[in-house]
T-cell receptor
Framework: NAGVTQTPKFQVLKTGQSMTLQCAQD?????MYWYRQDPGMGLRLIYY???????DKGEVPNGYNVSRLNKREFSLRLESAAPSQTSVYFC????????????FGPGTRLTVL | DQQVKQNSPSLSVQEGRISILNCDYT??????FLWYKKYPAEGPTFLIS?????DKNEDGRFTVFLNKSAKHLSLHIVPSQPGDSAVYFC????????????FGTGTRLTIIP
């Protein structure tokens, strides 16, 4: 039982390049999330998916797209990376329920030059 | 507009003493609160939560207190141990079952042996 896994762990991009961050969970959770963490800013929600086939914008969606490929997988795509997207990205999942405990992956550290 | 605020970016406490981490919120619609703990290079992990119908919730060495009239919550760790050194985030939900957490900016706790 791996929980929430993210690939890659580290990535360096040049401005304008594109990439996809992958996330998968094996806990049969309905909801999945993408956050970014920046110094002094805490965790900010980029996009979330309440169930397979649905996605919705969070607090900071500009410059990102997401795909909920199936119940297990939720990917985050940067179409044209910008230095402002340098951050640590966390994926999380949640069993839709009263306590909303979210389980987080280990993160992807992305640097855009 | 930061709806959940952790005004102390860092806190140092002697081992064995009490650690008190504070969190303030501005949205009166928040009625469920969670604390997450984060070690370097790892994703956040759930620590403890509290519903607005309670003013205290305890789990071992961890106690969360909620003062709704002051829109303030605090996390007490007694006694503090070196393994408690981490970044602590408080998070809030506006309605029971709503899945979009709003996180604070985090407090880095250092336990001094």
């Amino acid at each position: 039982n791996a929980g929430v896994t993210q690939t890659p762990k580290f990535q360096v991009l040049k401005t304008g390049q594109s990439m996809t961050l992958q996330c998968a969970q094996d806990m049969n959770h309905n909801s999945m999330y993408w956050y970014r963490q920046d110094p002094g800013m805490g965790l900010r929600l980029i996009y979330y998916s309440a169930s397979e086939g649905t996605t919705d914008k969070g607090e900071v969606p500009n410059g990102y797209n997401v795909s909920r490929l199936n119940k297990r997988e939720f990917s985050l795509r940067l179409e044209s990376a910008a230095p402002s997207q340098t951050s640590v990205y966390f994926c999380a999942s949640c069993k839709q329920g009263p306590y909303n405990e979210q389980f987080f992956g280990p993160g992807t550290r992305l640097t855009v030059l | 507009d930061q709806q959940v605020k952790q005004n102390s970016p860092s806190l140092s406490v002697q081992e064995g003493r009490i650690s008190i981490l504070n969190c303030d919120y501005t949205n009166s619609m928040f009625d469920y609160f969670l604390w997450y703990k984060k070690y370097p290079a790892e994703g956040p992990t759930f620590l403890i939560s509290i519903s607005s119908i309670k003013d205290k919730n305890e789990d071992g060495r961890f106690t969360v207190f909620l003062n709704k009239s002051a829109k303030h919550l605090s996390l007490h760790i007694v006694p503090s141990q070196p393994g408690d050194s981490a970044v602590y985030f408080c998070a809030a939900l506006p309605t029971f079952g709503n899945e979009k957490l709003t996180f604070g900016t985090g407090t880095r706790l250092t336990i001094i042996p």
